[in-house]
């Protein structure tokens, strides 16, 4: 247990805040806490932080629930987000945002276009949700956006077969204190290959361990795929078949020869878009960190695979955070700080760009508000790469729930554009004018559809194509073995054989040509954010609680910074009586006029009970209206306050919620106001 002392100003003694070390208690908001007011603190001991967290957050898998559950309540009660449907008992993994949640999720969102979309001149596009069956074949959607199910054999519920696997091998970590460190070691690394099993070997794994089914404890059926897209028909007549997009991503890339030609068919250049898509869980759980309709925001940024080089990757060199590679993954090592420069440099991060939007989105999210010690970026492992993808990166956060995936930064490669440019026949390219002519030598392949017809017959298209995709050192390879043997043994991927070629089936030359430019298909570097996991982990991380009246009463709190907190201040009248109304009705009609989103509250309860409830969700100022001549301004964390005059309440409060000025900063520019017992409570 760490102990920090805060000394107390113009008082007797020395107050104590404790900090469990443990990562699920919310140290960020007691660090914002003591970050937003100044060196010394004006702490009386009912405004002491309390630390409740520190006794729930505990390592036990109990003590993260409890911790969980306090969250999700207040949540609830407070009608950020609630369960839709709720008057017909709801559906899993679907949930509506309240006022306070469409608040702050508004305001992520902006954030995000000034963050990205404004400070990076990218186009931004929003496309249907409803996506034609052609596109996502192209895609490989259709074939393989699948996981692995299993079914209760009497009552035909469906569960996650890896999520089972999972769940059994850490409640056996975590619950058998007898448990044997061979059996650990076992446990722990099946769930270091999980996404690499088989089917046939995830099936195994949940028989050997008498995996039942976790509501009847019936057995379960053998693992098969299901595809996780919402199926639907475009028209009335059911022949056009469409899904709900599970991305956003490929109205993007479709929209990429109008998007080249917008941006005066130069590279490099970023796409982006906000929008919802849709994912049909299998068994959704877990709040809003897994459901079945989600906001997601994604970038597209496309660029020479040849220059992969960044002009703004000085801005973000120097930043230094969590990281996870491969290597450490591999090897049992924690992650580890280092600096994006010389993750880079030395080749753990395979290109500038793609360190570039790292960096971007580290800073993105702890301005946010998220912990930066609890945000990490793990690299993704061999077993979990496309086999297109030059590097991935997840940006992962800690909640109570463990470590969670919220932000993906992949180089995806040409592989998108090269799969709707082959299936869609429209070249999705780009092109390098050359100042003068250049002499280069083509690889050129030409099949004899005549020779390999008679030879393959229907299989003839898929030898074509592998001929056509062949590299460069493997075509001549090729060429070597037909002018000196006169056949090869070629192997077709697509007909998983192995087939015979004579040199009358193929030609295979390098050829000298004069070019004008250079066509090629840009590479794509993508960021893709998940808004509802960005915004639970934020919650955790914002939410603490402090003692009320009584030493058994907690209050609960949510620290969100400014920039994100659903309403930026509120209006109390300390009595009710009119010359106080008419000073808050002038004060709303200010903090109107400067875009500051507000409430006034006028009921007759006490000024500490107001200020509770709006402590609860996270406004990190209120005015109060004393006189008809200045009014005071708390600090929500600090609880500290500052006597301002009426005119001057919304510039001041612009400046705190602009990010102009810190509430340090505008403390010592007006005089203090010590707040009575009863208004602090």
């Not at 692995?148 to 999520?163: F, P, S």
């Not at 919802?276 to 925001?297: D, H, M």
């Amino acid at each position: 247990m760490k102990r920090r002392s805060v000394n107390s100003r113009g008082m007797n003694g020395i107050k104590s805040l404790h900090i469990s070390k443990h990562p699920n208690v919310m140290r960020s908001s007691l660090l914002s806490f003591l970050n937003h007011s100044d060196k010394t603190f004006l702490l009386h001991r009912k405004t002491l932080l309390f630390l409740s967290l520190s006794t729930m957050a505990t390592e036990t898998a109990a003590g993260r629930e409890a911790f969980r559950q306090l969250v999700n309540n207040t949540l609830e009660r407070r009608l950020f987000y609630i369960p839709s449907f709720k008057i017909y008992r709801g559906v899993a993994g679907l949930y509506d945002y309240g006022p306070p949640g469409c608040a702050v999720k508004s305001n992520v969102l902006s954030f995000w276009r000034q963050h990205f979309v404004l400070e990076e001149g990218m186009l931004e596009v929003d496309c249907p949700c409803v996506t034609p069956e052609s596109v996502l074949k192209a895609s490989g959607h259709v074939d393989k956006f699948t996981d692995l199910m299993v079914k209760d054999e009497k009552t035909g519920t469906c569960y996650r077969a890896d999520h089972l696997l999972k769940d059994f091998c850490k409640d056996k970590i975590e619950k058998e204190p007898n448990l044997s460190e061979e059996k650990k070691k076992e446990l722990e690394h099946v769930m270091a290959v999980l996404d690499d099993l088989s089917v046939e070997e995830l099936g195994k794994k949940i028989k050997e361990y008498g995996i039942v089914a976790p509501d009847t404890k019936n057995g379960l059926s053998d693992p098969y795929p299901f595809n996780l897209m919402f199926q639907t028909s475009i028209g009335p007549t059911g022949l056009s078949t469409g899904y709900m997009r599970p991305e956003t991503a490929q109205g993007i890339f479709v929209n990429f020869k109008d998007l080249y030609y917008y941006n005066g068919q130069k590279l490099p250049f970023a796409a982006a878009q906000i929008g919802q898509a849709f994912r049909n869980e299998i068994s959704p759980r877990q709040g809003l960190l897994r459901v079945r309709e989600f906001t997601l925001a994604e970038i597209e940024h496309f660029v020479d695979p040849e220059d992969k080089s960044h002009p703004k990757f000085a801005d973000v060199a120097g930043l230094e955070f969590l990281m996870f590679p491969r290597e450490e993954q591999l090897t049992g090592q924690s992650s580890k700080k280092l600096k994006l420069s010389d993750a880079v440099s030395k080749g753990t991060i395979n290109n500038e760009t793609l360190g570039y939007f790292i960096g971007r989105v580290y800073l993105f999210l702890t301005r946010l508000g998220i912990d930066k010690d609890r945000l990490r970026f793990r690299q993704h492992l061999p077993n979990e790469m496309a086999h297109y993808a030059a590097d991935c990166w997840d940006a992962e956060i800690e909640c109570s729930y463990g470590w969670i995936e919220c932000v993906g930064i992949a180089d995806r490669s040409a592989y998108d554009l090269k799969a709707h440019t082959e299936k869609s026949g429209v070249p999705l390219v780009a092109h390098e004018k050359f100042a003068e002519p250049r002499e280069v030598e083509k690889l050129v392949i030409t099949p004899s559809k005549k020779e390999l017809g008679l030879a393959f017959k229907g299989q003839q298209k898929m030898v074509v194509e592998a001929l056509e995709a062949l590299k460069e050192s493997e075509a001549m390879e090729m060429k070597s073995a037909l002018e000196s043997k006169g056949e090869f043994e070629f192997q077709v991927c697509t007909l998983n054989k192995t087939v015979t070629l004579t040199k009358s089936m193929v030609s295979i030359n390098i050829e000298k040509k004069k070019e004008h430019q250079r066509v090629f298909t840009p590479s794509v570097i993508e960021p893709s954010f998940g808004i509802g996991r960005i915004i639970y982990c934020l919650f955790e991380h914002s939410f603490y609680q402090r003692e009320g009246k009584t030493e058994e009463e907690k209050m609960n709190v949510f620290g969100f910074p400014p920039l994100v907190a659903p309403i930026k201040c509120t209006v109390f009248p300390l009595v009710k009586v009119e010359k106080f109304d008419v000073v808050a009705k002038k004060i709303s009609k200010d903090l109107t006029a400067n875009g500051i989103s507000h409430i006034i509250d006028i009921t007759g309860t006490s000024i500490g009970k107001r200020y509770a409830r709006t402590d609860e969700i996270g406004v990190p100022l209120a005015v109060t209206v004393d006189s008809t001549e200045s009014v005071t301004i708390r600090d929500r964390d600090s609880k500290d306050q500052i006597r301002v005059k009426i005119d001057e309440v919304a510039t001041v409060v612009k400046e705190v919620t602009d990010g102009a000025s810190t509430w340090a900063d505008i403390k010592w520019r007006y005089p203090t106001h010590t707040a009575s017992v009863e208004d602090n409570e």
